[in-house]
């Protein structure tokens, strides 16, 4: 059977990435995201929910990340689950947790004054057949 893990998350970073290195220098960022959902309760009070994400990124997105984004910036992420499964040392217990392992992502909300070149050159081009204004002097 087929089968298909993808998740999309757009929330605010919950503390700065901690990026560090593998022994062979890849570099992994780890954050925190909080993702928000408002709903209204049987009683029509207006709630709010808070789920909180932990975040594995790895190579030139995990640099990025860190270069870029800090506790409370908002981003969107595409990646895949992971689960982790060890053994607590202190207790013998099996542990797990779910970890979503970015593959993408995009910087959402203002532009920032120090926003890197490279997001600029993401920006949509001019259509490549489009005509200049026209000129006041038009003839007729």
């Not at 992994?28 to 049987?42: K, S, Y």
């Amino acid at each position: 059977m087929a089968s298909y893990n993808k998740v999309i998350l757009m929330g605010n970073l919950t503390r700065d990435p901690e990026l560090r290195y593998t022994p062979k220098g890849t570099p992994v960022a780890a954050f925190g995201l909080a993702v928000n959902r408002v709903f209204r309760t049987e009683t029509g009070e207006t709630r709010q929910e808070t789920t909180f994400v932990d975040i594995e990124a790895w190579s030139q997105i995990a640099e990025r990340i860190a270069k870029y984004v800090k506790k409370g910036s908002p981003i969107l992420v595409e990646g895949r689950l992971r689960l982790d499964q060890w053994d607590d040392k202190k207790t013998g217990q099996k542990r797990s947790k779910l970890v979503v392992v970015c593959e993408n992502f995009r910087f959402v909300g203002p532009a920032r004054e120090a926003e890197p070149a490279e997001l600029a050159e993401q920006a949509e081009p001019a259509e490549p057949n489009s005509l200049p204004p026209p000129d006041d002097d038009v003839p007729f």
